[in-house]
């Protein structure tokens, strides 16, 4: 247990960011979306990430960009084909994350079969904020948030989520082993939306955690 505690610098660390889609049923629905029957497993570089504080970028090749807001896990000791009763003991702690998303450019791959690289990809295109120690939530009931402009956009909580975090974690070690530092990224609540140049955009856990970010043009 103590060795699974101690990943603080992840945005350092980390080799990957493991994302899930679809693990609301309300944030399928709203875009068409059928809802999944295994957790629906994507991955974001690295060079996504952005601290809090930092710019997102608006690239050019995008007309549509969206946020998602997610709660994070962080994992903190090698986890291959763990069990769903002690998958937790890997996890270091958790950070609030948004997955931008170029909406335009994922209707394009999913119309031509293709893989969502590119809108989901993107340098920047993974805000995230502090570490949130281990103790400190309870990821099986943490409410999340976002803000555009001091608007609130998304307001969900984990409590809704089609998979929970060690069902999550176990499907994904099953396949892909994760390192200290990665981030899993949990699916997002319904009220997903664009940004454009000049939004700023908050996520939060609120009383908990919470990271701002500037988008910018490229």
Known sequence: ?????KVVDFIRHGTKIVC???????????LGNALPKTPLLFIKPTTCLVEKGGNIIHH??????????ELGVIIGKKASKISVD??????SGYTI???????????QCKLARSPWTLAKCL?????????????QIDPFNTEIM????????QYGNTSD???????????????????????????????VGPLKPGDVVTASIPGVSEASFNVVES
């Not at 247990?1 to 505690?5: D, I, K, L, Q, W």
């Not at 976002?146 to 956009?153: E, F, G, S």
């Open 1 to 5: 247990m103590t060795g699974s505690r």
């Open 20 to 30: 899930v889609g679809r693990n609301y049923a309300k944030h399928a629905k709203e």
């Open 60 to 69: 050019k090749i995008t007309h549509d960009m969206h946020y998602e807001v």
């Open 86 to 91: 002690k998958v937790l003991d890997h996890v």
């Open 97 to 107: 994350a948004i997955d931008v998303t170029c909406r335009d450019l994922q209707e």
């Open 123 to 135: 340098d920047t295109h993974c805000p995230v904020g502090s570490f949130i120690p281990f103790e």
């Open 146 to 153: 976002l803000k555009v402009n001091n608007q609130i956009k």
């Open 161 to 191: 989520m089609i998979f929970d975090v060690p069902t999550l974690l176990e499907y994904i070690t099953r396949y892909i082993t994760l390192l200290p530092g990665d981030i899993v990224l949990t699916g997002t609540p319904e009220g």
